[in-house]
């Protein structure tokens, strides 16, 4: 690793992340994992306490996406509510957070609406998050966590699609993960001039993929509420 | 063609690739990894059966046909800015350095679609000879005025993003080819966003945001269409979902951000149809 890249990393707190990360997916995400295989088949839905399930097929995978598009929206949602919020930023950042805040809520409203619509008893519900580890008053803090994000979210995206057997929720994705795109590089762009593509692509210029596991093991430092999405598609 | 790379790639979506190829993964890796040039040379010849086998069927004439309508649409923007690199008063520094940055991931582009497609058993399509990116005279001054050159790139680029999202449908399901579509599809709307933030960044257009706004929120009239086809991007219906009924920060959701968190589609007729007076079909 070179130096820029050290200090990019840290600054974004993603290697930090992962490797919270790591540790917590052992106890959280292996074991329910493991266990699951073992007993849910024998279980009631009802009266296991592996947390909320995603569930499988499409409707797991549209769970899954409408999880993380709650954590977004409650990200952007307390930037902008945050008393710091008019003098920590720039009138252009603002304008633009809040605007990535309205994003992230119609797209939260949306999967809400859309998957109550598809399966109404199997909609995820609010999920609890955990925004302790970010300084709200700090642009650094605020843009950092902001990218994780948005990166996070392009490599879920990206990762999952292959796993929609329905071409509408295909498409429905599609026209979500470029516009976490279009956030992502213009968080980038807000830290540093030029780094739009940053970290985030292979030597072919390919965005990088996440595994549902593996965003939700990021994801899961933020979420306080547990998920179990040991029922998700794998290919 | 960089066989090493591709089997990379493609080990990325697929974790099992050295399986399918072979049951002695190890063995498989190291061959390809560090194996002779002789050995490696002679792969290409015997590459689609190669994964055919691996498959357990050759892959379906309909995802060749979107690798090359992708490539052939790389092949343009690559030339674009590798023209426009050379031609176009671009200002020195971090601009310049933008715009060379995005020349070289298309490159980038180019040549892994012409790998995937050589490795899927099919010749990939060559570049067009020549271009006219004044449009059949649309941008007279594409390459003589920068304000000019940065609003072609944009609707250029916002126009790819449509473009692959368009055709992933024909991808369903498709690990390795899916997650590659998705993945350039992503890295073009980053593209897309970086040119809008510069045209606003130099004032050409101080408004733009680095999403779509509405419909053709370009300023450049002559690309209505880019914005515009079956499903615009004024769109605000989503699988029947009225984004702007549904609640927002305060009230409802606003017109302007129910078309901004959602990018639409072009089919590949009217992609065509737009980049037609370039020169590209």
Partial sequence: MDQQTAVEKNGTGDSLLEKKIHRRKFFKFSSVAVAS????????????????????????????AYALEQLEAAFYTQVVANAAFSTAFTADERSFLTDIRDHEIAHREFFKTAITAAAASSIIPALEVDFSTINFANKASVL????????????????????????????????????????????????????????????????????PLEVLAIADTYIVTKINASNLPTG | MNIVNILEEIEKVDGDIYERLSPRRRAMQQFYKYGSKAAIAAIPLGLGTMFNKAYGQAVPAGVIAVLQYALTLEH?????????????PIPAGA???????IRDSELKHV???????????????????????????????????????????????????????????????????????????AVEARHAAKIRYMRRLNGHVPTIKPYITGGNDSGVPAANGNYGGAIPESNVNQA????????????????????????EPLTAA???ALVAPFGVS
């Fill in chain 2, 95 to 101: 601009d310049k350095t933008a715009i060379d940055a």
């Fill in chain 2, 270 to 272: 009217e992609v065509l």
């Fill in chain 1, 144 to 211: 950092g966590t902001a990218m994780a994000f948005e990166d996070l979210g392009v490599t879920a995206y990206n990762g999952a699609g292959y796993l929609l057997k329905d071409a509408n929720y295909l498409l429905l994705a599609g026209k979500i993960v470029s516009v976490e795109a279009r956030h992502a590089a213009l968080i980038r762009e807000l830290i540093t001039a030029n780094t739009f593509l940053g970290d985030q692509v292979d030597t072919n210029s390919v965005n990088l993929s996440r595994t």
């Fill in chain 2, 76 to 88: 343009f923007e690559y030339r674009f800015y590798e023209r426009g690199s050379v031609l176009a």
């Fill in chain 2, 240 to 263: 029947g979902v009225v984004i702007t009924t549904l609640p927002g920060a305060s009230g409802t959701i606003s017109v302007n951000a129910a078309t901004e968190a959602f990018d």
């Fill in chain 2, 111 to 185: 040549n892994f679609l012409r790998t995937v497609i050589t490795a899927a058993g099919a010749t990939p399509v060559a570049e067009k000879a020549v271009y006219d990116f004044t449009a059949a005279g649309t941008f007279p001054t594409v390459f003589t005025s920068y304000t000019t050159f940065l609003a072609v790139a944009q609707v250029l680029e916002d126009t790819g993003v449509r473009a692959y999202k368009g055709r992933a449908g024909e991808l369903l399901g498709q690990k390795v080819y899916l997650t590659a579509a998705l993945g350039i599809h």
């Fill in chain 1, 37 to 64: 295989a073992a007993f849910i088949a024998s279980c009631d839905k009802d009266d296991n306490n592996d947390g909320v399930n995603l569930g499988s097929g499409d409707v797991g995978i549209l769970n899954y």
